[in-house]
């Protein structure tokens, strides 16, 4: 058996920075988010796993099902916020059905007291 007096102690996490997401802290390193292709014959599509979010001007390489290869550009990435289910009417009592825009009623008297994100939209251009 080793000496367990030879294990330094570990630093108080007493920084915002220093926190990990478990402990409310920063961002996860990856997160799903949706790749939107702006051309012609555009298209979208969410990831199937988290990844890390790209920055404007970044490049992505698309390899297609049978091998070919596309590079993308980043020209924007859209972050999407809604309040969050407690500042919503019920499904039930809304006129038009689920997810429309409340303009009144319950939670529309004020700013919200807590939002909820979407999946991040990352919008891409073909690069020539």
Known sequence: MGDMSSHEPREPVDRLENLGPEQGGGPPAALPWTLVVEAEDGWSADLEHGAQLPCVDDLIE????????????????????QPTASDRPPVGVEATGPNTLVTDGPGSDGPPRELRAGLPRVFVVPES
């Open 62 to 81: 698309y390899i297609a099902a049978d091998g070919a290869r596309q590079l993308y550009r980043v020209t924007r990435v859209v972050h999407t916020l």
